[in-house]
């Protein structure tokens, strides 16, 4: 309980403002009151005290002058300006003598002194933590062992959102790397914060309770989390709601997963997860044992967007997966993502009217036409890849495509094309047959005709249309 004294020179105003206010639900007890400066410091002579509430004008010693000599003799003591007077330069007066708010006596009604009060007290206890949280030396190390860490889920939200919640206003807010932290110095009812993370912060944030924080360096700390945590959240099953981790967990992570075999994401862009359950249990426990990176789901989500433009994405449903991607912070959020892709897919199946079987060798020859599409390939040798007659490849790859197989080898050929002049000082000519075009003049006739400049010129203009 923090335990106050009331100092004011008019007795009944003393005993109305001490009988407005139901200070034990507060978590406050009055421990005494003084009718001025003088029997207030005969009084802190013998009493614990943490909080003063000080009238201003009083006979003998102001309230400023018995702030000033209480905040001399007892650093601990908090005091609050209690005035009739509520211009701005009294304002100034209380902060700079070291109050730590000001309450204007006419304006305190019973409707809103219980929010003064406690915003009072959620500055006292904040104030308590930023000294209680650390014990300082040539290192700061933790003096309480558990905290709560906000981590963003998007680069728009700032720490103002935190400042929401009553835990976070009754104790200490660190700013990390791209993330904060909020040793619980004060006890604070779980099943309360976690109420006030779920409503609050409504999913903006990653909540974790992270305790074993005892002794530990703030720095070593601050690198920990930097390295380790953020990997760990990307995995975490409830990617809304608090998570709970001990910092040995943290700490005995490894960051970085083992180099696997196979990449599952880029052995992956074939679709048969897309198409087949089996595939998709075996893709998820895949992803769930390699532990691919946010960057690398990323990557990925763009490839499928850029490989199936056109063929399994029209340019409205491209667009609308670009954009829910910039959302996905999360593995559940990806899970979520790739599952709605795989609908797309089988949606797409059913309105060409191809079997399965069909769907995954169309998949495969676009695959095998982007890998070779600098070679010498033609319908031919894409039909016998995928084990099916040229004539039926033929029909089915144009109801697939949107053009004919000739068109999107074209197409693929000058998209690398562009790559090669963009990444590469090879002169022209050298670009156009590693693209797959025999004749350089033709290539650059094309090459005009389909993006609107010279090679040369893309080239000069960095791509830019």
Known sequence: MIRAVVVDDERLVRKGFISLIDWASLGIVIVGEAGDGKAALELLEHKEVDLLFVDITMPGMSGFDLITQVRQCYPAISSVVLTCHHEFDYVQEAIRHGAIDYIVKTLLEVENADQVIRRIVDRIKWDTSHHAAFKEGPEKKMLTDSALIFQPLNKKRQERDLFQLSVVRQNQLLVLNEMWMSPLVHPFPSEDWENEVKDQLDGHWQTVLLTGLLDQPLDTINRTLSTKLTPMLFYAADCEGP????????????AKMPEPDIDVLESSLDLKWALDHAAWELFIKRVWEQRPNAAAFAAFGHKLCHTWDGMILNLEEKKLFQDSMERNVAWAHWRSWLRKFS??????????????EVMLCLVKSVIYMSKHAGEKINQVDVAAHINMSRSYFSQCFTRFAGETFGEKLRHM???LAKSLLLETTYPVYEIASMAG????????????????????????DGGKS
């Open 243 to 254: 998570i709970r981790f001990t910092y040995t967990e943290i700490n005995q992570h490894t």
């Open 343 to 356: 609908d797309q897919v089988q949606r797409r199946m059913v309105e060409l009217s191809l079997t399965k």
């Open 413 to 415: 050929r000058l998209e």
């Open 437 to 460: 075009f025999e004749d350089d003049r033709y290539f650059s006739k094309l090459f005009r005709e389909r993006v609107g400049k010279l090679p040369n010129e893309f080239r000069f």
